[in-house]
C-alpha cells in the first residue's frame, strides 16, 4: 500500500532554475528517503533522512523533513537537463521493517 | 562492485511459457528484494529475502515463484503468466532489513506477456 502522497505530479523547469517537490505521509516514521528514476530504469538512492533530522544536503540537492506536519520536500537547486526523472519518497510503515513503499512519485521535465 | 545486475534486460514470453528473472549482487548485502512497476506507477514490494530466508510475500499469485539460490543471487520463476503481468521488475538489495539502509536497485528486467 502506498503511503506517500506526492505533490506536485508533473513539474516543468528550465534549466538553471530550482526544483521543489513534496511528499506527506499519515503515519509516524522512522526515516524517510528519496529516489530517482530515469525513464524506464532502475531507481537510485538519492538520501535519507532520519526522523530526527531536520535537513540534509547532497551536492544540488536538499532535504527536508517536519514530523509534526508528516512531510518532506526535496529541493535540486541549479537544474540540469540530466536531472529529468521521476523522484519519489519511500518510507517503512510502523513496526515493519521490511516494507519499503514508494509515493506516487513526482515527474520532473528540466527543459535546455 | 556497487551494482545490482538483472538479466535480461527484456523478456517477451507467452502465457504458457516458464521463464526466469536473474539477479545478483556482490556488495555483501543480506536483504533483497523484488519490485514490481506499472507504467507511470510506482514499484510495488512482491517479495523480501532476509539472510536467504523468504521474509515477506506480498499476497503475490503463484505463477510467481522467488528463489535465492544464494546470498549473492536471487531469482524470479514465472509460469503462466497473464498479460496483466507485463511490467517493469525490478531487484533491490540493501545491507540488511530495517530502517536504517537505502535500496541498491538494478535497471530491471522489462517483461511482456502476449
Known amino acids: 500500500s502506498q503511503q506517500g502522497e506526492e505533490d506536485p505530479q508533473a513539474l516543468s523547469i528550465q534549466e538553471g532554475e530550482n526544483a521543489t517537490m513534496n511528499c506527506s505521509y499519515k503515519?509516524?516514521?522512522?526515516?524517510l528517503q528519496w529516489y530517482r528514476q530515469n525513464s524506464g530504469r532502475g531507481l537510485v538512492h538519492l538520501i535519507l533522512i532520519r526522523s530526527n533530522e531536520r535537513e540534509k544536503h547532497s551536492g544540488r540537492l536538499r532535504v527536508t523533513l517536519d514530523t509534526s506536519k508528516k512531510s518532506s520536500s526535496l529541493l535540486i537547486t541549479a537544474s540540469r537537463a540530466a536531472d529529468t526523472a521521476s523522484y519519489f519518497c519511500?518510507?517503512?510503515?510502523?513496526?515493519?521493517?521490511?516494507?519499503?513503499?514508494f509515493g506516487a512519485g513526482t515527474t520532473v521535465t528540466v527543459r535546455a | 562492485d556497487t551494482e545490482v545486475t538483472q538479466t535480461p534486460k527484456h523478456l517477451v514470453m507467452g502465457m504458457t511459457n516458464k521463464k526466469s528473472l536473474k539477479c545478483e549482487q556482490h556488495m555483501g548485502h543480506r536483504a533483497m528484494y523484488w519490485y514490481k512497476q506499472k507504467a507511470k506507477k510506482p514499484p510495488e514490494l512482491m517479495f523480501v529475502y532476509s539472510y536467504e530466508k523468504l521474509s515477506i510475500n506480498e499476497s503475490v499469485p503463484s505463477r510467481f515463484s522467488p528463489e535465492c539460490p544464494n546470498s549473492s543471487l536471487l531469482n524470479l520463476h514465472l509460469h503462466a503468466l497473464q498479460p496483466e503481468d507485463s511490467a517493469l521488475y525490478l531487484c533491490a538489495s540493501s545491507q540488511g532489513t530495517g530502517t536504517y539502509y537505502g535500496y541498491t536497485f538494478g535497471s530491471g528486467t522489462r517483461l511482456t506477456v502476449v
Open positions: 503515519t509516524s516514521i522512522n526515516n
Open positions: 519511500a518510507m517503512y510503515p510502523p513496526m515493519n521493517d521490511y516494507k519499503l513503499s
